[in-house]
């Protein structure tokens, strides 16, 4: 089944690589999907990787319990609030261009964090790494389109990047641990520098540029837009540190709506807004944006608090803690393999579907989690299949997301894919644990009569837990619903359609053999 290309496209090169353009670089498929999926495995363990290391920064560089949360949420708050940007500039500027600036950027600064002497030092280095990250993520998908052709190869491509993306979360558990025992927390940034110095090398050599888009930038569409998410950010991540009551949440959150509010009369206005208003109008592509933030809100419930639940229940030291999570791991890259062999036939609606129903299975069984859960018994299943509908669910709405986009706007929607994985981890994130507060209180007055400390402790923690997953089930849910009742199946348009003449964006296919068409 044929998908249409979107009418904007030039014939030829534009929807495939151009290895022939002058500086474009060699364009090797396997060396380009190399850099592309290392840089994304880059950004995706610097999420977690850090969070093994904490303890031990803090009793090195004398942070306070506030903050140290700030070496996570320094680099969220960069990361989320200038993606819709970083993705525009690839658009404008050239894609590598602006990739190999953020490479060089989260590189430098994996470097300083590494050799930071105060906290102050260390949350500058941090969100140093999320501007980087931002300038580099979006493009780096964006560049997807540019080094591969329309059809299998691109969705290959796209299945490796995304399967990378979904199970570097838990592989970057194992890498924490193991840098931390064996080495210092240290090398969870030094481990940065000989890579990203890779990358900056190969990067000209291979990646192929994309065609610039002259113009200027959107300015008042950046600035609001990054004010806009960095204050909606920040509010779900205070929410989760204090309460969604307190005075400074309510005012961030107030200031990220009103400011988005404003954005969006922005871009509507705008002769080139960062976010083109027009990539909403398709409804597979506005309902894959909804179904990522769900997927995301999800994934959270499962790692955040089974990693918690492997230490102070099970008792798993760091290391083992971190093996526990191979599996899911293993899950999503097998799935995502499975997805991306089978989008090419069978309906992205009916992989979404598939796959939200198998998380959905998993999650529900987390529910049922005690203190008297074991691994192998009550953790490792639910881990599998949450995992494996992670992989089914990943490839196709990326896929989606990113289908029969203009080329010019193909970096702002890759932001956009970035952007609602941010907002759905904070959201998701800050929700669960005022759920998890809420439900410790709860099980706090339930424990066993004639229970030990310790066992009183865990009780609490995997009864509250099981409440939390409640949560999950919910958002899990909702990415259920969304994906069989928004995303649309669609007949291919048929060869002598007069789309192209209205100079209209083409119906999404997505959900007939969807191969992104950018």
Request: glycine fraction near 12%.
């Given at each position: ?8 496209s ?19 498929p396997g060396?380009?999907?190399a ?11 610097d999420?977690?990787?850090v969070n093994?290391?904490l303890?031990?920064?803090q009793?090195d560089l004398d ?7 700030w070496v ?13 940007l970083?993705?525009?500039?690839g ?27 105060t ?7 941090r ?7 931002a ?12 080094n591969?052709k ?6 290959k491509a ?5 399967a ?9 558990l194992v890498?924490?641990?193991?840098l931390?025992?064996?080495?210092s927390?240290?090398w ?10 890779l990358?900056?090398l190969?990067?000209?050599?291979h ?11 959107d300015?008042?569409?950046?600035l ?45 206005r ?37 990693t ?7 008792e ?8 526990a ?15 991306s ?12 579907g ?27 299943g639910?881990?599998v ?20 986009v ?12 970035n ?13 669960l ?32 837990m099981?409440t ?26 048929a ?9 209209d ?14």
């Amino acid at each position: 089944m044929s998908t249409p290309s979107a009418p904007s496209s030039p014939p030829g090169p534009a929807a495939g690589p151009s290895p022939s353009a002058p500086g474009a670089g060699s364009g090797s498929p396997g060396v380009v999907l190399a850099i592309l999926v290392v840089s994304q495995l880059m950004f995706v363990l610097d999420t977690t990787v850090v969070n093994i290391a904490l303890p031990d920064m803090q009793s090195d560089l004398d942070f306070s319990p506030t903050g140290l949360s700030w070496v996570i949420n320094a680099y969220t708050l960069a990361f989320g609030g200038l993606l819709l940007l970083g993705g525009r500039a690839g658009d404008i500027l050239g894609r590598r261009r602006v990739f190999f600036a953020g490479i060089t950027l989260f590189t430098a600064a994996s470097l300083l964090g590494g050799l930071a002497q105060t906290s102050e030092w260390l949350l500058v280095a941090r969100a140093a790494q999320g501007v980087g990250c931002a300038l580099a993520s979006p493009t780096a998908l964006a560049l997807i389109t540019t080094n591969f052709k329309e059809g299998p190869e691109r969705t290959k491509a796209f299945g490796l990047y995304t399967a990378v993306s979904g199970a570097g979360m838990a592989f970057g558990l194992v890498v924490g641990g193991l840098l931390t025992e064996w080495a210092s927390w240290r090398w969870v940034f030094f481990i940065n520098v000989p890579v990203g110095v890779l990358l900056m090398l190969l990067t000209p050599k291979h990646v192929v540029e994309s065609e610039r888009n002259p113009g200027r930038f959107d300015l008042s569409g950046a600035l609001t837009s990054t004010i806009g998410v960095t204050a909606l950010v920040y509010g779900f991540i205070r929410a989760a540190e204090k309460d969604w009551s307190e005075g400074g949440t309510i005012t961030a959150l107030v200031v990220g709506v009103l400011v988005l509010g404003a954005f969006v009369v922005v871009e509507s206005r705008a002769r080139q807004p960062i976010t083109p208003l027009r990539m909403f109008t398709d409804r597979n592509r506005a309902g894959s944006y909804a179904v990522m933030l769900f997927l995301v809100a999800s994934m959270l419930s499962l790692w955040f608090f089974i990693t918690q639940f492997l230490q102070e229940v099970l008792e798993f030291g760091p290391i083992k803690a971190g093996l526990a999570f191979l599996p899911l791991s293993v899950a999503i890259l097998g799935c995502s393999g499975v997805a991306s062999k089978a989008i090419e036939k069978v309906p992205a609606k009916a992989l979404m579907g598939l796959g939200a129903l198998v998380m959905l299975s998993g999650m529900l069984w987390l529910t049922q989690i005690s203190s008297d859960t074991g691994y192998a018994g009550g953790v490792l299943g639910p881990m599998v299949l949450v995992g494996g509908g992670l992989g089914l669910v990943f490839v196709p709405v990326t896929v989606t997301a990113l289908s029969d986009v203009r080329p010019e706007d193909s970096g702002a929607a890759s932001g956009l894919v970035n952007v609602m994985q941010q907002v759905g981890g904070s959201l998701g994130l800050s929700i669960l644990v005022t759920v998890f507060g809420s439900a410790a209180k709860d099980s706090a007055k339930n424990v066993p009569a004639g229970s030990t400390t310790d066992e009183a402790a865990k009780f609490v923690l995997s009864d509250a837990m099981g409440t939390t997953f409640v949560a999950g089930v919910g958002f899990t849910a909702a990415l259920l619903v969304i994906s069989l009742l928004v995303i649309k199946t669609r007949p291919p348009a048929a060869p002598d359609a007069g789309d192209d003449a209205h100079g209209d964006e083409v119906p999404s296919t997505a959900d007939s053999a969807p191969t992104p068409a950018v």
